[in-house]
């Protein structure tokens, strides 16, 4: 079974600072993938980054930078600078394989960020 | 566009009333999804669909119901048999069962009075 954990429920910056959001997954795939996705007021869910088991490699977009540890199983999220368009609910999601030849996303609980003027 | 489309936007239902939500892509995707947001709690999988005139149950599909009779759509009905049915909806898609990207639709917000 796959299981995503994002222990920080919520936090809140100031406008500037900079805040990692954590994420640690479980699963016993080899192949699997990992998300992170945002949820603004408005609710729906935009797509952020998408990395695969086999690329470890840090990624950067902007402000907004990843980083894949596969020894600790976590896929953290920082934002550099943040701004107060950055609040909103942050997700972190695994896919993995879940049987009868599908791939299910399985989501973490979410992380509330506030992003103080 | 391409996207996927939910109505309505907000959604108020009495008790022991069932009630549809619309989900509908033009993105030529085979497999569509429903999920229920409770605040802390997450997305939860109700039902999905990975081809047309097929469907499974998710973790939580007690008291739905889902049809899929068009590859661009795929209605979920909340029956009285839900026993806490007011929460945010969100319908998704992705381009085939193999594929990992799940795109989503704006939701549906389903008040019980």
């Known amino acids: 079974a796959q299981k995503v954990t994002q222990a920080q429920t919520e936090i809140s910056v100031v406008e500037k600072e900079d805040v990692t959001l954590d994420c640690v997954y479980e699963t016993r795939d080899t192949t699997y993938y990992l998300f992170w996705y945002k949820q603004p007021p408005s609710g729906e869910l935009v797509f952020l980054i998408r990395?695969?088991?086999?690329?470890?490699q840090n990624e950067i977009s902007g402000r907004y930078s990843w980083n894949f540890q596969k020894s600790t199983s976590s896929f953290n999220f920082t934002i550099t600078a943040s701004q107060v368009v950055d609040s909103a609910v942050y997700f972190c999601a695994l896919s993995a394989y879940s049987g009868a030849g599908s791939y299910q996303l399985t989501f973490g609980k979410g992380t509330k960020l506030s992003v103080i003027p | 566009d391409g996207g996927i489309t939910q109505s309505p936007k907000y959604l108020f239902r009495k008790e022991g009333q069932n009630v549809t939500l619309s989900c509908e892509q033009n993105l030529n995707h085979d497999a569509m999804y429903w999920y229920r947001q409770d605040p802390g709690q997450g997305l939860r999988l109700i039902y999905y669909?990975?081809?047309?005139?097929?469907?499974q149950k998710g973790d939580i599909a007690e008291g739905y119901s889902v049809s899929r009779e068009k590859k661009e759509s795929f209605p979920l009905t909340v029956t009285s048999a839900q026993k806490n049915p007011t929460a945010f909806y969100l319908c998704?898609?992705?381009?085939?069962?193999?594929?990992?990207?799940?795109?989503f639709g704006p939701g549906t917000r389903l008040t019980v009075l």
């Open positions: 998704a898609s992705k381009a085939d069962r193999l594929f990992r990207e799940q795109f």
């Open positions: 669909s990975q081809i047309v005139n097929d469907f």
């Open positions: 990395r695969n088991s086999f690329d470890e």
